[in-house]
């Protein structure tokens, strides 16, 4: 098992990431000390895979648990879910020394976090991310949160988890394209920080589509590491933190422009971030061949690279970008890559740029992947 510390004070938590963790669940939460009830969110696809196993390691160490399922999928990271789960938490008499085991991918994680950080004001909970996503991203950081009808995690909170279990044997049930998804923020990781991990992607990249226990051990724990450093050092994102959204101005307004409905946000960063490095090459001077090198990470990850888009899609997409909420007096800034593994943020981009390199003719590869991505 490898452990990851979260350096923030009084804080401060610990990620574990190893095999069989599950089962562990129970002899944690004793060891952190929480109250003797908990309740367990989950979705209704995770529920049957996990929650027996969860809740019997509760019951194990002495922990009364109910499971409060939600339906699969973004509609239940919602004002309405958070009510839903409230009236649970109450009708299961959970009190200030409780505590909420979030059992799931984001979603549930981002849901389950914000009813933990509101409900008495505050209780504790632990993370127990079951998709690639949420094991090197979503878990870690403790921004929590759900969406309105105006766009996405516009209501929420900086609340920080009291653990992060990475079970990983929970990862082989996950569907390949959620799996792949995943990956593009494992790419992203080495492309802001790390240019050892990047590399480290480049030879393993096969053993890690194999779903390889002890590469993907070493891998996550490492992607857990950064958000951590970069987490430590910018909790409330002032500065630092933003520089985990490479590829994420295009990639959100992608997702926005096809209502959340064409691309997974993996797929769409993964887009955004190759366009990002082109950006990257025309402003920042980053190499040729490392812009090739990003490109065909993600080629290989079976992601897709690239779009062709109409000029009323365009359009939208400006617009998209300019309603993200990271923007700032209408001027939309990117992260930009100086070298593969150093990123600079708040990089003015002129439009000119990003519609010059959004309406690159799609590359020879990029077509064959989008059916590749489909498998
Ligand atoms: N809080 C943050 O810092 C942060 C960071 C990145 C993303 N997010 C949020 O995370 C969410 C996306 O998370 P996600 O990609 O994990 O999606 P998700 O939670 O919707 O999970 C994807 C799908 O996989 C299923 N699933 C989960 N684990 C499984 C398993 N082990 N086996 C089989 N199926 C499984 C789920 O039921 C769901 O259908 C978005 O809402 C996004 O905004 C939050
Ligand atoms: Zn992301």
């Given at each position: 098992m490898r452990i990851v510390n979260v350096p923030l004070g009084q804080r401060s938590y610990l990620i574990k990431v190893g095999a069989a963790l599950l089962e562990t669940i129970g002899r944690e939460c004793a060891r952190t000390q929480l109250g003797k009830r908990c309740a367990i969110i989950s979705d209704r696809n995770v529920t049957p895979l996990f929650g027996k196993r969860v809740k019997e390691s509760l019951a194990r160490a002495g922990f009364e648990s109910e499971i409060v399922v939600v339906p699969p999928?973004?509609?239940?990271?919602s004002v309405i879910w958070v009510e839903k789960c409230y009236d649970e938490l109450a009708a299961h008499r959970l009190e200030r020394k409780s505590f909420i085991v979030a059992l799931g991918g984001g979603v549930v994680g981002d849901l389950a976090g914000f009813v933990a950080a509101t409900y008495l004001r505050g209780i504790p909970f632990i993370q127990v991310p079951t998709t690639l996503l949420a094991q090197v991203?979503?878990?870690?950081?403790?921004?929590v949160g759900v969406n309105l009808r105006a766009g996405k995690n516009l209501v929420g909170a900086f609340y920080q988890p009291r653990l992060v279990l990475c079970?990983?044997?929970?990862?082989?049930?996950?569907p390949v394209r959620e799996y792949r998804a995943g990956l593009a923020e494992v790419i992203k990781y080495g492309i802001i920080y790390d240019a050892e991990l990047f590399e480290r992607l480049e030879r393993e990249m096969e053993k890690l589509l194999g779903r390889d226990a002890k590469v993907l051990a070493g891998i996550i724990a490492r992607c857990c590491e950064i958000k951590a450093e970069v987490v430590a050092q910018d909790e409330t994102e002032?500065?630092?933190?933003?520089?985990?959204?490479?590829?994420?101005?295009i990639g959100h307004a992608l997702e926005a422009i096809s209502h959340y409905g064409k691309y997974l946000h993996g797929e769409a960063i993964s887009i955004g971030q190759i366009a990002a490095a082109k950006l990257s090459r025309e402003?920042?001077?980053?190499a040729g061949q490392d812009t090739e090198r990003i490109e065909k990470l993600f080629h290989r990850a079976g992601l897709p690279t690239n779009i062709s888009l109409n000029q009323g899609q365009h359009k939208k997409l400006f617009a998209a970008m300019k309603l993200d909420?990271?923007?700032?007096?209408?001027e939309i800034k990117f992260v930009l890559?100086?070298?593969?593994?150093e990123v600079e943020f708040g990089q003015k981009v002129p439009t000119a740029s990003i519609k010059r390199i959004l309406s690159l003719p799609i590359t020879h590869h990029a077509s064959r992947i989008t059916s590749h991505a489909r498998r």
């Amino acid at each position: 098992m490898r452990i990851v510390n979260v350096p923030l004070g009084q804080r401060s938590y610990l990620i574990k990431v190893g095999a069989a963790l599950l089962e562990t669940i129970g002899r944690e939460c004793a060891r952190t000390q929480l109250g003797k009830r908990c309740a367990i969110i989950s979705d209704r696809n995770v529920t049957p895979l996990f929650g027996k196993r969860v809740k019997e390691s509760l019951a194990r160490a002495g922990f009364e648990s109910e499971i409060v399922v939600v339906p699969p999928g973004e509609t239940s990271k919602s004002v309405i879910w958070v009510e839903k789960c409230y009236d649970e938490l109450a009708a299961h008499r959970l009190e200030r020394k409780s505590f909420i085991v979030a059992l799931g991918g984001g979603v549930v994680g981002d849901l389950a976090g914000f009813v933990a950080a509101t409900y008495l004001r505050g209780i504790p909970f632990i993370q127990v991310p079951t998709t690639l996503l949420a094991q090197v991203d979503s878990s870690v950081g403790g921004k929590v949160g759900v969406n309105l009808r105006a766009g996405k995690n516009l209501v929420g909170a900086f609340y920080q988890p009291r653990l992060v279990l990475c079970d990983l044997d929970t990862l082989r049930t996950l569907p390949v394209r959620e799996y792949r998804a995943g990956l593009a923020e494992v790419i992203k990781y080495g492309i802001i920080y790390d240019a050892e991990l990047f590399e480290r992607l480049e030879r393993e990249m096969e053993k890690l589509l194999g779903r390889d226990a002890k590469v993907l051990a070493g891998i996550i724990a490492r992607c857990c590491e950064i958000k951590a450093e970069v987490v430590a050092q910018d909790e409330t994102e002032s500065g630092l933190r933003a520089i985990l959204n490479f590829g994420h101005t295009i990639g959100h307004a992608l997702e926005a422009i096809s209502h959340y409905g064409k691309y997974l946000h993996g797929e769409a960063i993964s887009i955004g971030q190759i366009a990002a490095a082109k950006l990257s090459r025309e402003i920042l001077g980053l190499a040729g061949q490392d812009t090739e090198r990003i490109e065909k990470l993600f080629h290989r990850a079976g992601l897709p690279t690239n779009i062709s888009l109409n000029q009323g899609q365009h359009k939208k997409l400006f617009a998209a970008m300019k309603l993200d909420k990271k923007v700032s007096a209408g001027e939309i800034k990117f992260v930009l890559a100086r070298r593969i593994g150093e990123v600079e943020f708040g990089q003015k981009v002129p439009t000119a740029s990003i519609k010059r390199i959004l309406s690159l003719p799609i590359t020879h590869h990029a077509s064959r992947i989008t059916s590749h991505a489909r498998r």
